[in-house]
T-cell receptor, first 118, second 112 residues
């Protein structure tokens, strides 16, 4: 079956520009996560959605970062006024997270979007 | 949130058994222990999850002592393709607010 997909795979932008990163989770997965990963570091949690709502957005570094999941499936991470320090791999993951369906919080990750801010 | 501590790196040889230990002294009663594997330029991949004693699947085994303050991921007969970063995480299995902390992981290098 189809896994988590992310588009674009690479994004190069200039400082100050606006970018959108898209994540298509596994069908039926209610939980969706965004992470940011810098070279040599583990993934850094940004935000977690349960359905359409952001259950935990405490990892967003500042108000330039925003994410939506309007229909409880596809999610978009939006970064305004990009800075060079935003350059990283942005990972999306989804999980079933439904005790009634027998699925826990094992996360399935997408291939990531590599963002480079010049 | 329970914090985990792992070795930064480990080396081994093909065909050997590799054991990576993770410390999680502040693990909560409803926390599970989960391990992920990550290859360069790829997202992490779920390996195994457990709550207590021993869990085994086709890829690895997970040993958890009675006090649950640590866990050991065991990879039998490793090959070069097992070279990757391994992350240990703890958290509730079913939660409405599952903030996950990956840490820096253990960089495993397998030599011929």
């Amino acid at each position: 079956g189809a896994g988590v997909s992310q588009t674009p795979s690479n994004k190069v932008t200039e400082k100050g520009k606006y970018v959108e990163l898209r994540c298509d989770p596994i069908s039926g997965h209610t939980a969706l996560y965004w992470y940011r990963q810098s070279l040599g570091q583990g993934p850094e949690f940004l935000i977690y959605f349960q359905g359409t709502g952001a259950a935990d957005d405490s990892g967003l570094p500042n108000d330039r970062f925003f994410a939506v999941r309007p229909e409880g499936s596809v999610s978009t991470l939006k970064i305004q006024r990009t800075e060079r320090g935003d350059s990283a791999m942005y990972l999306c993951a989804s999980s079933l997270n439904d005790i009634l369906a027998g699925g826990g919080n094992e996360q399935f990750f997408g291939p990531g979007t590599r963002l480079t801010v010049l | 949130l329970a914090k985990t501590t792992q070795p930064i790196s480990m080396d081994s040889y093909e065909g050997q058994e590799v054991n990576i230990t993770c410390s999680h002294n502040n693990i909560a009663t409803n926390d599970y222990i989960t391990w992920y594997q990550q290859f360069p330029s790829q997202g992490p991949r779920f390996i195994i999850q457990g709550y207590k004693t021993k869990v085994t699947n086709e890829v690895a085994s997970l040993f958890i002592p009675a006090d649950r303050k640590s866990s050991t991921l065991s990879l039998p007969r490793v090959s070069l393709s097992d070279t990757a970063v391994y992350y240990c995480l703890v958290g509730a299995r079913y939660s409405s607010a599952s903030k996950i902390i990956f840490g820096s992981g253990t960089r495993l290098s397998i030599r011929p």
